[in-house]
């Protein structure tokens, strides 16, 4: 599955907007995305409950994963900017 590794642009990492956020985004798309902390297990970022287990702070890489290259480049665009902001 091709992967990208990003670094969480929100300032207080991937807590509960950012997460719902992304979540909405992978579930309108239709599409498998998994995130992962670099070594750690890959999780559905589908669901906002476990994009906030991983517990990724503002500057952790997170490496994302899908089959569908636009979601990939959607959601990893998602993960590197500050969703707190907009």
């Known amino acids: 599955m091709p992967s990208k590794t990003v ?4 300032a207080v990492g991937l807590h509960a ?5 992304i979540a909405e985004a992978v ?3 239709g599409v498998p995305v998994t995130l992962a902390t670099p ?3 890959p999780i ?7 994009i906030m287990t991983l517990g990724a702070k503002q500057g952790t890489e997170v490496v994302v994963s ?3 290259e636009a ?3 959607q959601v990893a665009g998602m993960v590197a900017s500050d969703l707190d902001a907009e």
């Open 27 to 29: 579930a309108k798309s």
């Open 39 to 41: 070594g750690g297990n």
């Open 66 to 68: 899908s089959d569908d």
């Open 44 to 50: 559905d970022a589908g669901s906002p409950l476990m």
């Open 7 to 10: 670094t969480v642009g929100s």
């Open 17 to 21: 907007r950012p997460a719902a956020l």
């Open 71 to 73: 979601v990939l480049d």
